[in-house]
């Protein structure tokens, strides 16, 4: 099977950074896409970034600018820098991977995976 753990997340005051990271375990061949997505209190999961292997990468409107993702193919890892926080940008964080091709035993399967997120709260 493969896991994805989330880290990084925590208090930060409005206008600060914080830094969050994705390991994918497993015996993994090839991710699709990596990506991070969040859910505020009584709001739907939404998009926050995602970068493909070839290493494009896409962005929600609201965290243009000052978000950046970024992805190590060869650890399996995905890393969000985010700047510049605002008390909007509080939610549960979360790690997802698509397209992840692993081996379970002799048998290959391709899946989607989420991690189980981490807390991001912008307050003073």
């Known amino acids: 099977q493969v896991q994805l753990v989330e880290s990084g997340g925590g208090l930060v005051q409005p206008g600060g950074s914080l830094r969050l990271s994705c390991a994918a375990s497993?015996?993994?061949?090839?991710?699709?896409?990596m990506g991070w997505y969040r859910q505020a209190p009584g709001k739907e999961r939404e998009l926050v970034a995602t970068?493909?292997?070839?290493?494009?990468?896409n962005y929600a409107d609201p965290v243009k600018g000052r978000f950046s993702i970024s992805r190590d193919n060869a650890k399996n890892t995905a890393t969000l820098e985010m700047r510049s926080l605002k008390p909007e940008d509080t939610a549960v964080y979360y790690c997802?991977?698509?397209?992840?091709?692993?081996?379970?035993?002799?048998?290959?399967?391709?899946?989607?995976?989420w991690g189980r997120g981490t807390q991001v709260t912008v307050s003073t």
């Open positions: 970068i493909i292997s070839g290493g494009s990468t």
């Open positions: 497993g015996f993994i061949v090839s991710m699709n896409a």
């Open positions: 997802n991977a698509k397209g992840v091709t692993y081996y379970r035993g002799a048998t290959m399967y391709t899946r989607d995976y």
